[in-house]
């Protein structure tokens, strides 16, 4: 079956880094526009990054432009998200996505798969 995996979360203070990835299994990753969304606490889930199946194209959530890159490896089945210049507001759990029908994933209710997510906490 599909499973998409996030690791790389943490504690981090703000103004670090940190980078996630998602490993994915049991589809044709390459065939997969891929994204990340996040959801913090008491709010809904929301669109951070999203890249197409090749990664010749991204798009980003205007709260995370210049500070977020998304980037995919197809070989290792894995897509990237790397996050610099941590603000206390990126603190969320942070989920991997999924979607063979789109070019790109920016909208929660259209994607395929989702993984269990990655927890972010960032200390001001």
């Known amino acids: 079956q599909v499973q998409l995996v996030e690791s790389g979360g943490g504690l981090v203070q703000a103004g670090g880094s940190l980078r996630l990835s998602c490993a994915a299994s049991?589809?044709?990753?390459?065939?997969?526009?891929m994204g990340w969304f996040r959801q913090a606490p008491g709010k809904e889930r929301a669109f951070v990054a999203a890249?197409?199946?090749?990664?010749?194209?991204?798009n980003y959530a205007d709260s995370v432009k210049g500070r977020f890159t998304i980037s995919r490896d197809n070989a290792k089945n894995t897509v990237y998200l790397q996050m610099n210049s941590l603000k206390a507001e990126d603190t969320a759990v942070y989920y991997c996505?999924?979607?063979?029908?789109?070019?790109?994933?920016?909208?929660?209710?259209?994607?395929?798969?989702w993984g269990k997510g990655t927890l972010v906490t960032v200390s001001s």
């Open positions: 890249i197409n199946w090749g990664g010749s194209t991204t």
């Open positions: 049991g589809l044709t990753f390459s065939s997969y526009a």
């Open positions: 996505a999924a979607d063979l029908r789109r070019t790109l994933i920016t909208n929660r209710s259209v994607v395929d798969y």
